[in-house]
């Protein structure tokens, strides 16, 4: 049992090479996936290693490609879709809440629906305009759909595999700027159970969560708070819908205070349900309101001023230092 | 043959009325299923309806040219065996579906026909009580002008709710308890039948003057409060923005548990039970029996305005100079009765058959209530202490006492006492005389009460000052004089600066 | 009124067999069919339409929510609907009820779905492969480009076994075909070589906005758009519908890749039963589709082949009964218990699903016994 250390991109590129190896049902299918590998290059090699029955460039046509592959789905394969970019999704949002999010229930489980659609998401890359958005909360919103967002890399191998085993459809947000981090991988460990959320990090007196690029972003913040004599917990969301609520509730008896950090606007968003549950489900432990650091409510900026308009460690204390001062 | 109702449909997709236009038949007129029977407009088009029944028309219910709305009949049918019955949406009475006795055809599954209007509630599983909206079998699809479903919310009967008002508002649990166990048989107005007596969601009973001032907790000070029993409306709140903190929870609770009775335990088999008088109680009452006997006491009380005190004590506690250290009103009373003993000394002296020693010390005593009984442990020469040193010496004196700890020499060459009755609850009281000394000093409870502020009546935190004096040393205007400077200074601490 | 020199007719509004250049190739495939066989058409073109007076009757009694209407549309979904096999995989629209009877599809399962009973429901592995109804304009026809991808995949076209090599129809009418997903699963279609007949059914109206309004070119040009062969047919006449169909399935299940058909009907009745066709169309449109109507038509080439009164007679009465039995099981329909809800909305364990059904339960306990 040895750990690799290997980039994001890599470990689910690696991921997906093992679910296509373990069932031949199993299909990629995206722009760009095939012999360029995807322009993250997260297939890399598996148009080579699998063929273009296996691995297939679909036309320029988002709707298209969710749409086909929910026929595919009902043929008995697994597609696992890839939307370029988080920006594009738009174009599929009816195929994918109008049809796969409600087919199974309107099939009243006659059949299922196996599809991954995968999003490269997020900002930090200094890219133009719908190449930075974090549009989770539409889906998380979405009855029928799974929402997860893995922040590691050991997540991104194991997570992928999951998500393409799931016989519900699972919408899957890749950090993009996280993607040529490393981290270790354990190709044999146990897998965590898809929806868990983890505590990545243990503190004693303010609870901070996220998902995603956002998770390493919080370590920095509660390493900083660690100078200065402030013990934050962290713990990594990994899955949005649904949301495993007991480790956090979990952590906020033992703190009595709540950060919830996102890159996505904050108006009506995952933020958002988690403050509300957890101010439901943890009332009597609460001493200070659940605070939510988020992108602020406009369109995601040029890149140059992305910096000022994504939340970053000082963001975070900020609003730690506001939960203390209750 | 039945006589059949067919109640105006909505045909659009949330219509909610429609004009009758044009009959197409008369009474006396046979009719057959899907046979066109009138015209109607609607807000989106004309539209015909087909008959739903088979046989001879009885009655047009609505004449051409009116509204009607959805839901409402608007013909009857003397309809032949095979025919259906149709309800309007909400109608419990399931009036005009009068069915063919002999007509086996179930309905739901549930009920046989001759029971229709019960076949409109049908099964209780989970559901049907949407479909009980809707009337049995055969039913409106759209909902007409009565929207969604009428509010199933069990409203309590006029005897349920001054039951209800009754407990809420403390009285007797006895009436309470007999009307919600009576099922409405106590009042006039009868609870409809079938229900169940549980009780309706109980709303408190006005809330009164003196906390319409609201309750500032935590969540979790709130939970404390609730698991501890404690009334957050009776906790006077000490902390920084006003708000009940968790020492506030913790002293009413233990108040209450210690100072007030919680039960009513039994006698016992016995007519009498004998404790033995030894050990602390025997001390105690010797020394209450020199004191009391030998002592003329004499008492006086002053009632002041001390939300000074309180402010003063909440700034204290927000001071980082005062953190970690306890701090109350007793504080500034022991620091008041300090300088109060300063202005008039005699208060601060021992009697002796041939002379009166006044003591340029004071040693401060603290009635302190353990499970062995009352002990008097004193501070020594307090005048020299700051505030903060101070409050740690009672903090101490507190906890020593407490544990049991406290050693003899720390109980004798007391000078003066103050007893904090306040932390029993008491308003205040006639203390007696600690022996060797000619005054003590009652700190009763600090409570809301109505107080005249600039010619306004207002709530503030009103204090009664009392004091027991020995009349051989100390006469009605040294002791008047020593307790309004102690009550002075409870209302204006600033006092203390002299 | 859309018919192009490429229309192809087999069967004249007359009920007399045409014969030239356009439709020979097809004339063949009818001489190939029984008395029986033809006969079937007829039948099932009569009681659909019976079973559709019906619903539309029920829905003004107020048994129906809705009704959506295939008046009208009797020949090109009963001819198109014999043109594919029992194997082949069909994605209707929401109007293909003739197509679902004879796939296999109860027709109160439609009931069901405009009562407000489900959304669908049923398995297409059990009833005739014929997939749900969609209402979402233009959406099946990708998720019929995707199946067929996939038959495309398993290699199941062009091996020459008739049992095993399988075709995709895909019903979408005149309004769908300007929506995005239409194109876009004719660019999938055309670029993967799906096995798969588009059939258009162009009825010449989209609730109230005529297709001169979606489209300033005949709607088969689309087709060829896409590099897809394409055919225009008189949708009223049963045969061509039969006969183009079968051909077009035969060539896509060959592997030959996708066809389109723009099968030229009319919306004889109203979009819905909540719409009102008096205030935007003419009644002298209503008499020259009438004029052409698919049952008239067919019911006068079978009388000239010979029919007996007895045959139609028998298919009057299966038609009666069919709806006289739609009746009684739509007053019988019961409401679904409020647990429906939840089930099935996931196919895997969900705890949000698990949650809010015990809510509702207990809420709905809450109440008591009361009426």
């Avoid at chain 1, 460990?189 to 898809?194: N, S």
């Avoid at chain 1, 995603?212 to 200065?228: C, H, R």
């Avoid at chain 2, 049907?128 to 969604?148: N, W």
């Avoid at chain 3, 549309?73 to 679902?100: K, L, N, T």
């Amino acid at each position: 049992m040895s750990t690799e250390n290997l980039a994001l991109a890599k470990a689910i590129n690696l991921g997906l090479q093992k679910a296509l190896a373990d069932d031949d049902r199993v299909l990629l299918m995206g722009e760009d996936i095939g012999p360029l590998g995807g322009v993250f290059r997260v297939t890399e090699g598996l148009h080579a290693e699998f063929g273009g029955s296996r691995v297939l460039d679909t036309p320029l046509a988002e709707s298209g490609i969710v749409g086909t592959a929910i026929g595919l789905a009902m043929r008995g394969f697994r597609p696992v879709c890839e939307i370029q970019f988080d920006g594009f999704i738009f174009p599929g949002f009816d195929q994918i809440t109008s049809q796969l999010a409600k087919l199974t229930s309107r099939h009243e489980g006659a059949m299922r629906f196996p599809v991954v659609i995968r999003v490269p998401y997020g900002g930090h890359i200094g890219a133009v305009e719908h190449h930075q958005e974090s549009p989770e909360a539409y889906f998380a919103h979405t009855a029928g759909l799974r929402v997860l967002s893995p922040a590691t890399p050991q997540d991104g191998y194991s997570m992928i595999q999951q998500a393409i085993k799931s016989d519900d459809p699972v919408m899957f947000f890749e950090p993009k700027s996280r993607y040529w981090q490393k981290g270790e991988v354990d190709r044999d460990a146990e897998p965590v159970p898809m929806h868990a959320s983890r505590v990545v990090r243990t503190g004693t007196e303010v609870t901070v969560v996220g998902h995603g690029a956002m998770v390493s972003t919080l370590l920095q913040a509660a390493a900083i708070a660690a100078d200065e004599g402030t013990s934050i917990e962290v713990i990594d969301l990994r899955s949005l819908s649904p949301i495993d609520y007991d480790p956090i509730v979990e952590s906020v008896r033992k703190t009595g205070r709540l950060v919830v950090a996102q890159e996505a606007p904050g108006n009506v968003s995952v933020g958002s349900e988690i403050a509300a549950t957890i101010a439901e489900r943890a009332f009597y432990s609460l001493e200070a309101p659940v605070l939510r650091v988020s992108g602020f409510d406009a369109p995601f900026p040029p890149a140059k001023l992305e910096s000022a308009y994504l939340p970053d460690a000082d963001r975070v204390l900020e609003a730690v230092d506001r939960a203390l001062a209750y | 043959m039945a006589v059949s109702e067919f109640p105006l449909p909505d045909v659009g997709e949330g219509l909610t009325e429609a004009e009758i236009v044009h009959w197409k038949v008369k009474p006396g007129d046979a009719v057959a299923v899907n046979q066109v029977l009138v015209e109607i407009e609607t807000a989106k088009s004309l539209v015909e309806l087909p008959s739903p029944f088979a046989g001879t028309v009885a009655e047009l219910l609505v004449e051409e040219g009116a509204t009607v709305e959805v839901g409402r009949p608007i013909i009857r049918v003397d309809s032949t065996a095979g025919s259906i019955e149709l309800q309007a949406p909400g109608d419990e009475e399931a009036h005009g579906s009068i069915t063919d006795a002999t007509d086996p055809r179930p309905r739901h599954g549930a009920a046989p026909a001759a029971e229709a209007p019960d076949a409109a509630a049908a099964s209780s599983e989970p559901g049907s009580g949407e479909s009980s909206d809707e009337g049995g079998g055969a039913v409106l699809v759209g909902y007409g002008s009565k929207g969604g479903h009428a509010s199933r919310r069990r409203r309590p009967s006029a005897a349920e709710k001054s039951a209800a008002a009754a407990v809420a508002a403390g009285s007797a649990g006895g009436a309470g308890g007999a009307a919600a166990a009576g099922a409405g048989s106590a009042g006039s107005a009868s609870a409809p039948a079938g229900q169940s007596a549980h009780a309706a969601p109980v709303r408190p009973a006005s809330v009164p003057a003196a906390s319409a001032v609201p309750i500032i907790a935590k969540p979790p000070i709130r939970k404390l409060a609730k698991d501890l029993g404690v009334d957050l409306t009776t906790v006077t709140p000490t902390g920084l923005v006003g708000e009940v903190t968790r020492d506030d929870v913790i002293r009413e609770a233990t108040q209450a548990s210690v100072f007030r009775n919680i039960q009513t335990p039994e006698w016992g088999e016995e007519r009498e039970e004998r404790i033995p008088v030894k050990g602390v109680r025997k001390a105690i009452a010797t020394a209450m029996v020199t004191s009391a006997f030998t002592a003329p006491h004499v008492s006086v009380f002053s009632d002041v305005n001390a939300t000074r005190t309180m402010e003063f004590v909440k700034r204290l506690k927000a001071s980082p100079d005062f953190a970690g250290v306890r701090i109350s009103p007793l504080l500034i009373m022991a620091k008041a009765v300090i300088w109060a003993v300063q202005r008039n000394p005699t208060v601060n002296s021992t009697w002796t058959d041939k002379e009166i020693v006044v003591h340029h010390y004071v040693n401060l005593g603290i009635a302190a209530a353990t499970p062995r009984g009352l002990i008097v442990p004193n501070i020594k020469d307090a005048q020299n202490l700051s505030l903060l040193e101070l409050a740690q010496a009672l903090e101490q004196l507190t906890i020593t006492a407490r544990d049991g700890k406290t050693q003899p020499a720390e109980m004798s060459k007391g000078t003066v006492t103050i007893t904090n009755l306040g932390s029993y609850g008491m308003d205040t009281g006639t203390p007696i005389l600690n022996p060797g000394e000619v005054g003590i000093v009652a700190l009763g409870a600090i409570k809301q009460k109505p107080w005249v502020i600039d010619g306004e009546v207002r709530p503030a935190f009103v204090t009664t000052v009392g004091a027991s004096f020995d009349h051989r040393v100390v006469d009605g205007d040294v002791a008047s004089r020593f307790t309004a400077d102690i009550a002075s200074v409870l209302e204006e601490p600033a006092l203390l600066l002299d | 009124m859309s018919t192009t020199e490429a229309t192809i007719q087999l069967l004249s509004p007359e009920g007399t067999i045409v014969r030239n250049a356009a439709n020979e190739p097809y004339l063949p495939l009818i001489d190939q069919l029984s008395d029986q066989q033809l006969q079937d058409f007829h039948r099932h073109m009569v009681v659909i339409r019976r079973f559709d007076i019906e619903a539309g009757n029920l829905q003004r009694q107020g048994q129906l929510a809705l009704w959506i209407p295939s008046l009208g549309q009797e020949g090109a979904q009963v001819g198109s609907a014999f043109g594919a096999r029992d194997h082949d995989h069909i994605f209707p629209a929401y109007r293909e009820h003739a197509v679902a009877r004879i796939r296999g599809v109860d027709p109160m399962r439609i009931i069901e779905m405009l009562r407000g009973i489900s959304h669908g429901g049923w398995d297409p592995a059990e009833r005739g492969n014929f997939h749900l109804y969609t209402l979402v304009i233009g959406s099946q026809t990708l998720h019929a480009t995707g199946y067929a991808m996939g038959l495309g995949l398993e290699g199941r076209i062009g091996t020459g076994d008739p049992n095993s090599d399988t075709a995709v129809m895909v019903y979408f009418g005149d309004g769908a075909s300007s929506q995005g997903d239409v194109s876009e699963a004719m660019v999938f279609a055309a670029s993967y070589q799906t096995p798969q007949v588009f059939f258009l059914q162009n009825n010449h109206w989209a609730i109230s906005v005529p297709v001169e309004r979606q489209s300033r070119t005949p709607l088969y040009l689309r087709g060829t758009g896409f590099g897809i062969p394409s055919f225009q047919i008189d949708g009223n006449d049963v045969l061509a519908s039969y006969a183009v169909t079968r051909h077009s399935m035969d060539a896509a299940r060959a592997g030959e890749g996708p066809r389109f058909i723009e099968a030229l009907t009319y919306r004889m009745g109203a979009h819905t039963t909540s719409d009102d066709p008096t205030k935007y169309r003419e009644n002298d449109e209503l008499t020259y589709w009438s004029e052409r109507d698919p049952v008239a038509r067919y019911e006068a080439y079978l009388r000239a082949r010979g029919a007996d009164e007895a045959f139609f007679a028998d298919v009057a009465t299966e038609a009666e009964d069919l709806a006289a039995d739609t009746r009684k099981r739509t007053l019988e329909i019961v409401d679904p218990p409020a647990s429906k809800i939840f089930d099935h909305v996931y196919s895997d364990d969900h705890p949000l699903m698990r949650e809010q059904k015990a809510w509702l339960e207990r809420y709905e306990a809450s109440f008591g016994g009361e009426a």
